[in-house]
């Protein structure tokens, strides 16, 4: 607990943009050194390869491009699918309207003559 006679420093603006333009600079070299290497297989400085994040983010890479793949090859078929069951439908649909025209037109069975 802090007794009422303590006083509370604050850091100077001077303190606060240092500590700010540090930490930039280590997000930095961290964006550099190990998230590019790592996500998108980009080294800019040798550093992702001596680390083997390079070829974790090719694999990374490769992996997307082999889903994108198979998205497209679904999307295809699916649409392949969608395709025959409307003309499927459309065949039902057409042979049930020739039964039903055939029913119309003859004698029901038994009593000789028209419905």
């Known amino acids: 607990m802090s007794t009422p006679d303590e006083t509370i420093t ?3 603006a001077g ?7 540090l930490a930039m600079t280590v997000a930095g070299v961290l964006l550099v ?5 790592a996500e998108y297989g ?10 083997g994040l390079t070829q974790m983010g090719e694999v990374k890479q490769a992996l997307a491009e082999e ?10 078929a699916d649409s392949v699918v969608a395709a025959s ?5 459309a065949a039902a649909g057409a042979v049930a309207d020739s039964i039903a025209a055939a029913g119309r ?6 009593t000789g003559r028209e419905p």
Not at 42 to 51: F, I, S
Not at 105 to 110: A, E, N, R
């Open 10 to 12: 604050t850091p100077s």
């Open 15 to 21: 303190a606060l943009i240092r500590s700010t333009l």
């Open 33 to 37: 050194t190990c998230v590019l290497p």
């Open 42 to 51: 980009v080294d800019p400085t040798g550093a992702g390869r001596l680390l």
């Open 67 to 76: 889903a994108a793949a198979n998205a497209a090859a679904e999307a295809s």
């Open 85 to 89: 069951e409307a003309a499927a439908g």
């Open 105 to 110: 037109s003859t004698t029901p069975l038994g």
